[in-house]
């Protein structure tokens, strides 16, 4: 069972950056695709950043430029790097990551980590 621990969340102010963390359980990392979710309250979860095994990235609009989507596989870690953090930016973050289609390609979610933005 592949477990997926996050970290990084927290209050920061408009204008200001953080970086969040999620260490996955995974034996090969490498061969998993990844990605950042996130949902504000009364709002459907939405995709923020994915990334493929293969490197292809891809961000929602709003967050373009501003977010970046990266993984460390030697350390079975992937990150977010949020800056020029916004009001509109504040919910929970949720990283998720699917297996290689040999391992039936199944779905895997972080528990969750609040980020607000506010002054």
């Known amino acids: 069972q592949v477990q997926l621990v996050e970290s990084g969340g927290g209050l920061v102010q408009p204008g200001g950056s953080l970086r969040l963390s999620c260490v996955i359980s995974?034996?090969?990392?490498?061969?998993?695709?990844m990605g950042w979710y996130r949902q504000a309250p009364g709002k459907q979860r939405e995709l923020v950043a994915y990334?493929?095994?293969?490197?292809?990235?891809n961000y929602e609009d709003s967050v373009k430029g501003r977010f970046t989507i990266s993984r460390d596989n030697a350390k079975n870690t992937m990150y977010l790097q949020m800056n020029s953090l916004n009001p509109e930016d504040t919910a929970v973050y949720y990283c998720?990551?699917?297996?290689?289609?040999?391992?039936?390609?199944?779905?895997?979610w972080g528990q969750g980590t609040q980020v607000t933005v506010s002054s």
């Open positions: 995974a034996s090969i990392f490498r061969l998993y695709d």
């Open positions: 990334s493929s095994s293969s490197g292809n990235s």
């Open positions: 998720y990551t699917k297996g290689p289609p040999y391992l039936g390609a199944r779905e895997y």
